[in-house]
């Protein structure tokens, strides 16, 4: 099955799969979709009855192999996968779509570590990936969109701190009735990172003063 957004615009994933999966966190149904027409492989972690859910918990997830599982401290987003799954556990509905190819912002595990050799010599991530010829940011949420509108999720929660997902969102007809933040957990690996996500782009979440950061 292909979908499309309700203005008409090429089909973007068909599903392939899906199989019973038992986490830490408690019990998920992962929905395997290849992006069309030769995208990669994303995935969605269904736990419970989403038809039932008035407006379930919903994370959009970038894939961030360094972050996810390798629990690199230069970033927050294993932390937040975390923390989205266990929120959507106890409430008893809701889904993670999880995007690949979204390494870096969308540059690639390669250019992201090109782009942590500029950060140690103290460019920020903005003007890393500028300085390699990269995009700023050059990943595509509409994937998820069309992912939840075939899991029929027209009313959702959306767990983030980025405005980008909660548009991308609502231009495909899914309403975004509440966001809800993660505040991140300033470290010294982490600071710098943090700020210019909040400063230079926009991510909405507050951050503590320089002294009360370990």
Not at 64 to 90: H, K, N, P, W
Not at 98 to 120: D, T, V
Not at 122 to 144: E, I, K
Not at 150 to 155: A, D, F, H, I, K
Request: aromatic content about 6%.
């Amino acid at each position: 099955m292909t979908l499309s957004a309700a203005s008409g615009e090429t089909a973007l994933v068909r599903r392939t799969a899906k199989a019973a999966l038992p986490t830490r966190w408690g019990e998920f149904t992962c929905w395997g979709f290849d992006a069309l027409p030769d995208g990669p492989h994303h995935l969605a972690l269904v736990h419970g009855d989403l038809a039932a859910a008035e407006s379930p918990l919903v994370r959009v997830h970038s894939e961030c192999l360094t972050g996810d599982v390798f629990g690199s401290a230069r970033c927050d987003c294993g932390e937040q996968l975390d923390e989205a799954m266990r929120l959507i556990v106890a409430d008893g509905a809701g889904a993670v779509v999880y995007l690949r190819g979204h390494e870096g912002r969308g540059i690639g595990i390669a250019n992201k570590l090109r782009a942590y050799e500029l950060q140690e010599a103290g460019t920020d991530t903005v003007d890393a990936n500028l300085a390699l010829g990269l995009p700023v940011d050059g990943r595509s949420f509409a994937p998820a969109a069309a992912i939840l509108r075939y899991l029929e999720v027209r009313r959702l929660r959306l767990i983030t701190n980025n405005p980008d997902k909660c548009d991308t969102l609502t231009d495909w007809g899914i309403e975004v009735s509440e966001r809800i933040s993660i505040d991140p957990v300033p470290t010294r690996h982490n600071l710098g990172y943090l700020r210019t996500k909040k400063d230079r782009m926009g991510h909405l979440f507050e951050l503590p003063t320089m002294d009360s950061v370990p």
